[in-house]
Nanobody, 132 residues
Framework: QVQPVESGGGLVQAGGSLRLSCAAS????????MAWFRQAPGKEREFVAAIAGSDSSTDYVDSVKGRFTISRDNAKNTVYLQMNGLKPEDTAVYYC?????????????????????????WGQGTQVTVSS
């Protein structure tokens, strides 16, 4: 199992940037599919981005494409979410999650929706607030 621990959240003005980090203990991040989800008050948890496979395949929700970038550093066993051009609607608690890599990679390959049910280990979350 990978136990994720998030950090890097905070308050930023619209148009600004933040980088979230997800440090993993246990198994290596390269052996798992890693993803970021977010949950705003009163809303369901939403998939944001995922990375899986030896070639670091990625997938994003349409609303963050071109603004957010997911990456991983195998040497540091850490996954990152670089968030640029932040908007007030990006305000949420952001969660890092780990799942079975080949299942998530198959979803990416077949362009199927990635959901929270595809991941089995979760961090405690980090708050991101974007002011207008």
């Amino acid at each position: 199992q990978v136990q994720p621990v998030e950090s890097g959240g905070g308050l930023v003005q619209a148009g600004g940037s933040l980088r979230l980090s997800c440090a993993a203990s246990g198994r290596t991040v390269s052996s798992r599919a890693m993803a970021w989800f977010r949950q705003a008050p009163g809303k369901e948890r939403e998939f944001v981005a995922a990375i899986a496979g030896s070639d670091s395949s990625t997938d994003y929700v349409d609303s963050v494409k071109g603004r957010f970038t997911i990456s991983r550093d195998n040497a540091k066993n850490t996954v990152y979410l670089q968030m640029n051009g932040l908007k007030p609607e990006d305000t949420a608690v952001y969660y890092c999650a780990a799942g079975v890599w080949f299942r998530v990679l198959a979803l990416m390959t077949n362009r199927r929706k990635i959901t929270s049910a595809d991941f089995d280990s979760w961090g405690q979350g980090t708050q991101v607030t974007v002011s207008s």
